[in-house]
């Protein structure tokens, strides 16, 4: 006989690893990590909240963005941009562009580039043209508007804190602004984002420039920063991290106090390479900060991968599990600690009370990686899967191809007890204990060892699942 071992998985921390062989990653990761995330308030893993409706417009919605100077919500729907308070809407006027609008917020006005002059919502509430340089790109930076086209190599500032003033002044250092980036490149920029002191610039073909300094000194200086930063469009800044989307896959940047060239680092290592096989220019991704995430859409469809940003690799990296929506996701938007989704012709809302997304049920589905037996075989004596029942329902648990065992996930309940006495009528509540814990001795004789966790209904927070086991 082996040697009694205990093996301990953690909660499965590690998330998705795809970039082994399922015979080969870590016991703390996955294989299948579907409809499922990590719990922003203890990090265990857990089902995905559901997703109840708010507006059904009829005709795709395909950008949501909420005003907070005014409260409102607006959306897009082909050139269309209307406002709704999820009852009905009303048309605010057409976009001037072709491409999926950008919203910046600037002094209290909402501004929209959508590929060609820029568009103000101001006091009125009606959308407006600026007279402008073509944009589909905007931002703000210095105390004034940073626009830029993905037609082009250049970021045009407008004047201090006007953006209607677009005019340079050779002789007025608060007027408009302009630097061109990389215009000798090959390739027009592809998008803008934003590290600690530098504005970084995607270009075509891999190129990759940070921009330096503030067009009110006259001091920009543009940096090579990398000639390998594929980057098909998509592309975010958390902390001191810039990440994108590229023929690389999942990928970012750090800010340097070098102007050498650095090579990106490989944030999606564990997903990659699914990721680099699917990524189009339709590619998304959008932070949703409450829950710690980010939002990964590689392609146009209804599937995201989640990434939960916050370190648990030695290098920094954090980890991945998937979720996959009813409708198409075209947007979403973090407002306070609601996460608002455009999918399909509809408005939603991330709802953790409910088990199902648009009234359809939520399925979860967990599965390890794959051990291999170094002798003859894996004997599990006994194992532990311990869950905290969110919403109650059912599911189960197998090991391999064996048949699995049938699990009940009990809620939070209450119950009355009556204890009559001689003087007075006594009652006591109590709860129901809100946990499962399925322990089974014996696993039989295995080849190998891959187990596989189905939620069918109802939603779990995952809190153990080890077994103890000899090699024979």
Not at 106 to 122: E, M, P, R, W
Not at 339 to 357: Q, S
Not at 424 to 447: D, Q, S
Request: aromatic content about 12%; some cysteine.
């Amino acid at each position: 006989m082996g040697v009694k071992q205990v093996a301990i998985t953690n909660g499965f921390r590690l998330g998705l690893d795809w970039s082994n062989p399922p015979e080969n990653i870590d016991i703390q990761a996955l294989t299948q990590a579907r409809q499922c995330e990590f719990d922003r308030t203890d990090n265990a893993l857990r089902t995905v909240p559901g997703v109840r409706v708010l507006y059904d417009f009829g005709l795709p919605v395909e950008t949501i963005y909420f005003d907070v100077y005014r409260n409102k919500w607006y959306f897009s729907s082909g050139r269309n941009l209307y406002e709704t308070d999820f009852s009905a809407n009303k048309l605010l006027g057409t976009l001037n562009g072709t491409g999926k609008p950008k919203y910046h917020a600037f002094g209290g006005d909402i501004l929209i580039a959508s590929g060609d002059k820029l568009q103000v919502i101001s006091g009125t509430g009606k959308l407006a043209t600026i007279e402008s340089p073509v944009c589909d790109i905007v931002s703000s930076h210095s105390g004034r508007v940073l626009i830029a086209s993905t037609h082009s190599h250049r970021l045009n500032w407008s004047a201090v804190g006007d953006y209607n003033a677009w005019t340079h002044d050779n002789n007025d250092a608060s007027s408009a602004q302009y630097v061109d980036v990389g215009y000798k490149d090959q390739g027009s920029i592809i998008a803008v984002d934003f590290l600690s002191r530098a504005i970084i610039v995607y270009k075509e073909y891999g190129r990759v420039y940070q921009v330096i300094g503030t067009p009110d000194a006259r001091n920009l200086t543009v940096y090579p920063l990398s000639s390998t930063g594929y980057c098909s469009g998509a592309t975010i800044s958390i902390d001191d991290r810039s990440y994108y989307l590229g023929n690389q896959g999942f990928m970012s940047f750090m800010p340097t106090n070098t102007y050498a060239e650095i090579q990106p680092f490989e944030t999606g290592l564990n997903i990659n390479s699914y990721l680099l096989k699917y990524i189009t220019k339709d590619c998304e991704v959008w932070h949703i900060s409450s829950r710690k995430q980010l939002w990964i859409r590689p392609y146009n469809g209804d599937t995201v991968f989640i990434y939960h940003y916050l370190p648990r690799y030695e290098d920094g990296r954090g980890v991945f599990t998937s979720r996959k929506f009813t409708h198409n996701i075209n947007d979403a938007v973090n407002v306070d600690k609601e996460v608002y989704i455009a999918y399909g012709n509809k408005i939603g809302i991330l709802d953790e009370t409910i088990d199902t997304d648009d009234s359809v049920q939520i399925q979860t589905s967990i599965v390890s990686g794959n051990r291999l037996a170094t002798r003859q075989f894996i004997l599990i004596m006994n194992y532990n899967f311990v869950t905290h029942n969110l919403i109650s329902g059912y599911g189960t648990i197998g090991i391999s191809n064996k048949k699995p065992k049938l699990i009940e996930f009990a809620g939070k309940a209450v119950k009355t007890y009556y204890a009559n006495f001689k003087t007075y009528g006594y009652k006591a509540l109590m709860n129901v204990n809100e946990y499962t814990k399925a322990y089974k001795i014996g696993g039989g004789a295995n080849r190998n060892v891959q187990f596989k966790i189905n939620v069918q209904k109802g939603a779990i927070s995952l809190r153990q699942l080890d077994y103890t086991y000899e090699e024979v």
